[in-house]
């Protein structure tokens, strides 16, 4: 059952953390809104405002993650050789959910599944077929034998709960998780970073954040109003007033735990190494105003020769970069129509142990 396990818990994470929040997307309109016309501004508030009462939609999402370049740094670095040269997460689903309010989860779901995982040569991958009803998980790799086991029992595991965590964080209780990540929203990263009261102002860094409406796009017989957010951390980070909440937080974390002081004296070096960008994207209905589409991309590069050169150090190979990349797409359809979802019948329950989780 560890390929059933290992299905579930990729795709079915990524489907609970991010179909809930982007229902709930936009943050703040002032944020949401940045750079566009008033008129732009109630349309994507009125989409966000639609999609929070949605009772029941179809949904096809894609999700990526990728990390290249641990390999050449660990053998510049004298490491071991058995570092993959990249790590790759891909997950991909469709179905269809309806709220269910009185239910825990508060969903009804039917959902075709696939994920794969990869570290070099060693790949796992599972296809699964998913149906949620009145709180219990239905589970098929064939769609013919059904195994159940309820959510109470399931999140009631150590290992699991441990690997849902990630996908629940929050931002002033901890690290940022994924769905903070992909949120499309920068200033959770500020926040996290400890800079949450400046964040305002550090908004406006001129080259920061910029958003436009793209070209309408027809889907699904319906036209499609698009907008498209790019935030580019470069001209963030070279401010003048990041700089100085940079240093100020420093000295203030030095005077709470002086033993602080020689790690954060790395902190600027970090930062002139360092280049993230993300783009939003948001398409919305222009006959029922809903949000049908919302994608996010997140770049993350670590430059480790511009890393050693802020530290004085000198290398006759060239390092390469260590690239993150982050891409979660997500669409919407049939919203508020039927779905009939029902238990699959004959379903063996089985326990978490059963499915190789361990207590």
């Known amino acids: 059952m560890k390929t059933r396990l290992f299905s579930l818990v990729l795709v079915l994470g990524l489907v609970l953390a991010f179909v809930p929040a982007v229902q709930a997307q936009g943050g703040g309109d002032e944020f949401l ?10 349309i994507l508030t009125t989409a966000m405002a639609n999609n929070e009462n949605m009772q029941s939609f179809g949904v096809n999402f894609t999700a990526e993650a990728r990390v290249n370049g641990l390999a050449a740094a660990a053998a510049m670095m004298g490491e071991s050789s058995d570092v993959p040269a990249e790590i790759a997460l891909n997950a991909s689903g469709s179905g269809s959910v309806v709220i269910a309010a009185e239910s825990v989860p508060p969903i009804a779901a039917q959902m075709a599944l696939q994920g794969s995982m990869s570290a070099g040569p060693d790949v796992e991958q599972g296809t699964i077929n998913l149906v949620i009803k009145d709180g219990v998980f239905y589970f098929s790799e064939d769609g013919s034998s059904w195994f159940g086991t309820t959510f109470e029992d399931l999140m009631d595991s150590a290992e699991l709960e441990g690997m849902m965590d990630m996908f629940r964080g929050d931002v002033t209780d901890g690290p940022l998780s994924p769905e903070d990540l992909l949120s499309g929203d920068p200033t959770q990263l500020l926040e996290a970073a400890g800079l949450g009261a400046d964040v305002a102002k550090l908004l406006e860094t001129p080259g920061f954040i910029a958003q ?10 319906q036209m499609m109003y698009v907008y498209q957010m790019t935030v580019d951390f470069a001209p963030l980070f070279a401010s003048s007033d990041f700089q100085t909440l940079l240093n100020q937080a420093m000295t203030a974390a030095v005077q709470e735990d002086p033993e602080s002081a020689q790690m954060l004296m790395m902190v600027p070096m970090l930062m002139n190494g360092i280049q993230v960008t993300m783009n939003r994207t948001i398409k919305v209905g222009a006959d029922d105003g809903f949000a049908h589409g919302f994608a996010v991309t997140l770049d993350i590069a670590f430059d480790l020769g511009a890393i ?8 006759s190979t060239q390092i390469p970069p260590i690239t993150i990349h982050l891409n979660f797409d997500l669409s919407f359809n ?16 089985v326990s978490p142990d059963e499915m190789g989780v361990s207590k």
């Open 33 to 42: 809104c940045w750079g566009l016309s008033a008129a732009d501004c109630t």
């Open 212 to 221: 436009q409406r793209l070209p309408d796009e027809k889907i699904d017989g």
């Open 308 to 315: 050693m050169a802020s530290a004085g150090g000198t290398s």
């Open 334 to 349: 049939q919203i508020n129509q039927a779905f009939n979802i029902q238990a699959p019948a004959n379903a063996q329950m």
